[in-house]
């Protein structure tokens, strides 16, 4: 047989095989013929001694291409056949209520923030953003924080690399540094509320995290007093824990306010008892808050003698803790379904 008789042949086989009738009753036949170990397409390959290495090669790729048209052929019918035998064997019934589609949910941290959004935009105050990648004087240095303080180290705060000409740039370690932003281009009053996700360089465990968030509020105008923002928080805690929560001012110190005071509230779980939660105190710490310090004021160009302000700030994780009774930080960043889902409602933290 020549060269161009087998080129001959195997065209005719190929047209063969593209207009043969495969059905369940012919199936076997077309497998005898075209795929059983002894086929037309393999007999063709005790043909290819005589030629040179070029024509073998020609005539090897044609048998293989013949080898792929019968098999995907042949799998054709195979997966029409069991679709139609699954088709024919489950039924659909189209009276039958539809199947539950499973509902997605925000994040127990987004309705938190919702919730505590809600209840300080009653009384006037807005929401802002502001950037997570901050310069130092933003994140530092506005905010009555000197150059040797212990919160710009490396063991507290990431810096980012930076050109050397370039000032320094660093993820933000509070969302106060968004407050410094609104007070520079903006005239008192002011009432806003900065939510968001703030970094430090901290030891991961079940009671901190590297990652978290805060919420803080600021109120800028002529005649704010101590006695206000003890007023605010009263209004806040009682919203948010419950009317009869109880709650306690504890001297502090923050660089950006002074008088500062820790935020406590009576624990919720052992109700001032003490448990391990409270660290048998009764009491836990909610946040900080104080005066703006007339240095914050004057640094953003806003007259500490005519204008005074307010600010506390709380974080998110801790709330979210305290409320639902989550043991581990972690699980807020960890994306388990299985704890995810207990928050389908969008009213949980109501």
């Not at 593209?18 to 390959?45: C, G, H, M, P």
């Not at 009276?95 to 923030?113: K, Q």
């Not at 933000?172 to 410094?180: D, E, P």
């Not at 009671?207 to 003890?230: D, G």
């Amino acid at each position: 047989m020549t060269f161009t008789d087998i080129k001959k042949a195997l065209a005719q086989l190929k047209e063969a095989i593209n207009t043969y009738v495969l059905t369940l009753e012919s199936q076997a036949d077309f497998k005898k013929k075209f795929l059983a170990r002894t086929n037309k397409i393999n007999s063709f390959f005790k043909e290819l001694k005589p030629f040179n290495p070029a024509e073998r090669k020609e005539i090897g790729l044609k048998l293989n291409e013949l080898k792929q048209l019968a098999t995907q052929k042949y799998a054709g019918l195979t997966i029409a056949t069991a679709s139609t035998s699954t088709q024919s064997t489950h039924k659909q019934d189209y009276t039958l209520p539809p199947p539950t589609i499973a509902a997605g949910s925000l994040h127990p941290l987004t309705l938190l923030a919702h919730r505590i959004t809600h209840i300080l935009e009653k009384i006037g105050f807005k929401v802002v953003e502001g950037p997570e990648m901050e310069d130092e004087w933003h994140n530092f240095s506005a905010l009555n924080i000197p150059e040797n303080h212990p919160a710009r180290d490396m063991q507290d705060t990431f810096f980012l690399k930076t050109p050397k000409d370039a000032p320094k740039m660093t993820l933000r370690t509070q969302t106060s540094s968004v407050q410094i932003r609104i007070m520079e281009n903006q005239r008192p009053p002011i009432r806003i509320i900065s939510i968001g996700r703030v970094y430090r360089n901290e030891t991961i465990s079940a009671r901190s995290h590297c990652v978290f968030h805060q919420i803080e509020a600021l109120y800028v105008a002529e005649n704010v007093t101590f006695k206000k923002l003890k007023e605010l928080l009263c209004y806040f805690v009682q919203a948010l824990f419950g009317p009869k929560t109880e709650f306690r001012l504890r001297p502090s110190f923050f660089p950006f306010t002074e008088p500062s005071a820790e935020v406590d509230i009576r624990c919720l779980l052992c109700k001032g008892k003490g448990c391990t939660i409270c660290k048998k105190s009764g009491w836990v710490e909610i946040g900080g808050a104080g005066i703006v310090d007339p240095n914050v004021l004057s640094n953003c160009k806003i007259d500490p003698e005519q204008y005074t302000g307010c600010a506390f700030g709380i974080g998110l994780e801790r709330m979210a803790m305290l409320l639902a009774q989550i043991p581990d930080v972690r699980l807020f960043t960890q994306n388990d379904l299985r704890f995810l889902k207990q928050f389908t409602n969008q009213n949980f933290f109501v």
